[in-house]
């Protein structure tokens, strides 16, 4: 079993800047895929980033590019993503989730590959 849980979410102003974490145990994360997501009121999960655990290669929506980061830490086995320059619209509950069966970036995105969620953690970006 895969355990994960989010922390660092809050209420920033438009143009701040949050790190989230996500601290994963139950098993080494050497050949997962790793990501966030996130889930605003009335919409659609949707895909922000993932990574490869051990090759570090990360894959991001074209709506957080450039300004979000996705990073991992072997020794904490903890996941990252350092959102900069944040919008009203980047307002969600944002999660964590782990995926052992990914074969390919082109999967990424999607939410039926990933195995394992976390609670969430919300994020409110005010204008």
């Known amino acids: 079993q895969v355990y994960l849980v989010e922390s660092g979410g809050g209420l920033v102003q438009a143009g701040d800047s949050l790190r989230l974490s996500c601290a994963a145990s139950?098993?080494?994360?050497?050949?997962?895929?790793v990501g966030w997501f996130r889930q605003a009121p009335g919409k659609e999960r949707e895909f922000v980033a993932s990574?490869?655990?051990?090759?570090?290669?990360?894959y991001y929506a074209d709506s957080v590019k450039g300004r979000f980061t996705i990073s991992r830490d072997n020794a904490k086995n903890t996941l990252y993503v350092q959102m900069n320059s944040l919008k009203p619209e980047d307002t969600a509950v944002y999660y964590c989730?782990?995926?052992?069966?990914?074969?390919?970036?082109?999967?990424?995105?999607?939410?039926?590959?990933?195995?394992?969620w976390g609670q969430g953690t919300q994020v409110t970006v005010s204008p």
């Open positions: 989730a782990a995926s052992s069966s990914i074969a390919s970036y082109t999967q990424y995105e999607y939410v039926h590959h990933y195995d394992y």
């Open positions: 139950g098993r080494a994360f050497s050949d997962y895929v």
């Open positions: 990574i490869a655990w051990s090759l570090g290669s990360a």
